[in-house]
Nanobody, 126 residues
Framework: QVQLVESGGGLVQAGGSLRVSCAAS????????MGWFRQAPGKEREFVAT????????SYADSVKGRFTISRDNAKNTVYLQMNSLKPEDTAVYYC???????????????????WGQGTQVTVSS
């Protein structure tokens, strides 16, 4: 069965950096676009970043643009989210997800994704 397993979350001070990873198994990883979403306490889950099958195109939420970088290694079936200049408002559970639809506006909608990980907690202290 398909599994997406996030790791690398933790506690970091504001202004610090953290990299979270998502290891995929049970699917042909290079056939799927990948996305990162996050959910803060008391809020709905929101889009963070996406990357296409080859890694040639990426997209970011305005709130993280210039601070976060999504990347992937198809040889390792892994997608990464490098987070720099972290702010307390970045505190959330971060989820990775896989999508088989053609690249487009649907990639910003969590309902378009086929598979989800269990999430990893990122906490940014002020």
């Amino acid at each position: 069965q398909v599994q997406l397993v996030e790791s690398g979350g933790g506690l970091v001070q504001a202004g610090g950096s953290l990299r979270v990873s998502c290891a995929a198994s049970g699917l042909t990883f290079s056939y799927y676009g990948m996305g990162w979403f996050r959910q803060a306490p008391g809020k709905e889950r929101e889009f963070v970043a996406t990357i296409t099958w080859s890694g040639g195109s990426t997209s970011y939420a305005d709130s993280v643009k210039g601070r976060f970088t999504i990347s992937r290694d198809n040889a390792k079936n892994t997608v990464y989210l490098q987070m720099n200049s972290l702010k307390p408002e970045d505190t959330a559970v971060y989820y990775c997800a896989a999508i088989s639809l053609p690249y487009g506006s649907s990639w910003y909608d969590e309902d378009s994704y086929d598979y989800w990980g269990q999430g990893t907690q990122v906490t940014v202290s002020s």
